[in-house]
């Protein structure tokens, strides 16, 4: 794991890029503290810079940015090609390897590919996580590629006439020129989902590169600073519809083929020079991970689960519990409040952009916790997208089939009428109710989700449904000025897809979207922040197929998701060890807003903060905080949306118009 950055002008350079580049690679150094290294090409104004993090080939044969052996190309890249041995033995059997490779870095395994068979096709072949910036001296042409799942970012923009990118926005930040704009038209989605999400990066003018693509800079692009369009190589609709075409109706045969995906998969991921273990929560993903490690592995693997102080959000005895049965060496991380909320302040410059998910906390916290024991961890991550883990792939289609049946606007006005009362009014009947009914019937936040049914009940489609059970926020116009406001419906976010069903789309859609947005930029920068590389193997392509060429009975089947994946775990871990309600990685933050970090967020909510962002609507999120503040219904969520988009202006300093 590595982090890379560069400029390109295309004109010639009159004065040395070396200084720059250093100077913006030195921002992202967490990412690569082993290694650095620069390159330049003056007479076409090029430049990569590297910071390495040693994993596979710890020798300086690893350095980057790296030369092809004949020459033509020079790279910078950032991750792991998990396949590259199985890549170079099919480069020396064609008889067009070098005579004799430098190392065994998956970085020259690369560059050999290139050559061989071109930039499109070395991606198709090769299985990973990356960020590349490739130099082409025989074309005068920059690729800029990114891996199919969207794991690793790559940023890039034109500053100052220039072409700039790098892995993170911190280095792009340190680019001569550098402006820093705010792009206004992200601020809803943000407030919407608690991420900036698509294309587009926070800062006008600076883009992401979406997942499986890549972007191609020629010599005259540059000079006329002109950003040409981004092309696909690889596409999770275009895959999972060829994965249908051979779904296998065999249910045994089905679960073979997915079982020996993911083993394969974790094999080729467990390869590394360096100490490796992975997370382990005792949910169904991280257990079933470790189960297929253990088993591939001759020596106990080292297990990693953090323990809170709070015990409402503490799953590590669930863990050690796996971790005994399949006899791991299993490390309990202790962790307390106080050591989440220490991280609070540090959030903005860890994210580069506003990131609201709070279980980014508890993420960064492991993270720091596990990189004392090992330099390389693998995780769950997105069992739940491919196999069908979230509670509204068993939910919408359930609510949606009874709610349709109703006139929509019969729907709407109930959900009008449900919100004459306050949430705290039906918070203080419950409390009431209480007293009397059986524990079954007593439903925390009842207001909460009273509140929220007259959403549901106000869909119009069951794409809206699917969008305002996505969303953080269901209303985040509602903190804007009304002048801010686009207009547009959560369902317009989200593309209709012929062929499939609708449990596959909304997996599909939050494969593009969740996943992309919040999960991986979670993990990779929290990860990052310690300089820990952290692999999902359920983000490979042969995983990918084999989960869609399930049945989706198989995936989702009797109201319960990630059945496949279950029954493949019960094969190593028994079912009573496995079988309990879903925690997830969650912070108490209703009770720290009130309490440890309620002078902060105080702080960030005055009249005065909220001035420096214009477009939000200052009276509107100061009426929540004073609700919040009385306990007038549960706006935590919509809150810490808010105060992390302040906390980044205030760190960043954008210019705003």
Not at 295 to 324: C, L, M, N, W
Not at 336 to 350: G, H, R, Y
Not at 418 to 437: H, I, N, Q, T, W
Not at 471 to 495: I, T
């Amino acid at each position: 794991m590595c982090g890379i950055t560069g400029i390109f002008t295309g004109a010639p350079s009159g004065t040395a890029l070396k200084p720059a580049l250093e100077h913006m690679a030195e921002a992202i150094t967490r990412r690569g503290p082993d290694d650095s290294g620069v390159w330049e090409d003056l007479p076409v104004g090029l430049g990569l810079g590297h910071r390495r993090l040693s994993i596979v080939d710890l020798s300086p044969a690893g350095h980057q940015p790296m030369h092809s052996d004949c020459g033509r190309f020079v790279v910078a890249f950032n991750g792991e090609i998990y396949n590259h041995s199985a890549l170079r033995r099919e480069l020396e059997s064609s008889g067009r390897a070098p005579t004799g490779w430098k190392g065994h870095s998956d970085t020259e395994t690369l560059l050999c590919a290139f050559t061989v068979w071109g930039v499109e096709k070395t991606l198709e072949m090769a299985t990973g996580m990356f960020a590349i910036a490739l130099w082409d001296r025989e074309e005068q042409m920059l690729t800029l590629a990114r891996d199919r799942f969207g794991e690793k970012p790559l940023y890039y923009g034109l500053v100052a006439g220039a072409l700039v990118f790098g892995s993170e926005l911190k280095a792009l930040q340190r680019a001569p020129g550098w402006r820093g704009e705010l792009e206004p038209n992200v601020v809803e989605n943000y407030l919407r989902f608690g991420c900036v999400g698509g294309q587009q990066s926070v800062f006008k003018g600076v883009f992401k590169l979406p997942p499986g693509c890549l972007l191609k800079i020629s010599l005259s692009d540059a000079r006329n600073g002109v950003l040409p369009s981004v092309l696909q190589w690889w596409s999770p609709v275009g895959a999972a519809r060829i994965a249908l075409e051979g779904r296998n109706n065999n249910p045994a045969m089905a679960l073979d083929n997915a079982e020996q995906a993911l083993a394969a998969s974790v094999s080729q991921q467990m390869a590394a020079d360096v100490p490796l273990g992975a997370f382990l929560s005792g949910g169904v993903d991280s257990s079933l991970i470790v189960a297929l490690m253990q088993s591939q592995s001759s020596q106990k693997i080292r297990t990693f689960s953090v323990g809170f102080d709070d015990p409402r959000y503490d799953e590590s005895e669930h863990a050690a519990a796996v971790a005994a049965h399949l006899g791991t060496e299993h490390t309990t991380l202790r962790a307390t409040s106080q050591m989440a909320l220490d991280l609070v302040p540090k959030l903005p410059e860890l994210y580069d952009e506003p990131f609201a998910d709070s279980s980014q906390l508890p993420t960064c916290l492991i993270s720091a916790l596990t990189r004392q024991h090992v330099t390389v961890a693998l995780s769950g991550d997105a069992g739940d997208e491919l196999f069908g883990g979230y509670n509204r792939y068993v939910w919408v289609p359930r609510v949606w089939h009874k709610l349709s049946r109703m006139p929509l606007p019969m729907r709407q006005t109930l959900g009008r009428m449900l919100k004459l009362v306050p949430s705290s009014g039906y918070d203080r009947m419950m409390a009431l109710g209480s007293k009397v009914l059986p524990s079954r019937y007593r439903i925390r936040t009842f207001g909460e989700k009273l509140y929220k049914l007259a959403d549901v009940l106000a869909c119009g489609s069951d794409r809206a449904l699917y969008g305002g059970l996505a969303s953080m926020n269901r209303h985040p116009e509602q903190l804007l000025r009304p002048d801010c406001r686009s207009g547009n419906g959560v369902e317009d976010l989200y593309p209709a897809l012929a062929g499939f069903d609708q449990v596959e789309w909304m997996m599909l859609m939050d494969t593009l979207n969740f996943m992309v947005d919040d999960v991986l930029v979670k993990v990779d920068r929290a990860s990052m922040a310690s300089s820990l590389e952290v692999r999902a193997p359920f983000l490979d392509p042969d995983v990918f197929k084999a989960a869609w060429q399930l049945p989706l009975n198989m995936r989702v089947r009797n109201g319960e998701g990630k059945w496949a994946l279950r029954q493949i775990l019960y094969r190593h871990v028994p079912r009573e060890l496995i079988e309990r309600p879903k925690m997830g990685f969650a912070i108490p933050l209703d009770d720290w807003l009130h309490g440890p970090l309620r002078e902060w967020a105080e702080d960030l909510l005055s009249a005065l903060s909220l001035s420096s962002l214009p477009m939000l609507d200052t009276a509107a999120i100061r009426k929540l905080w004073h609700l919040h503040l009385k306990g007038h219904g549960h706006y935590a969520q919509q809150l810490w949306a808010v105060l992390q988009l302040l906390a980044w202006q205030r760190h960043w300093q954008p210019s705003v118009r």
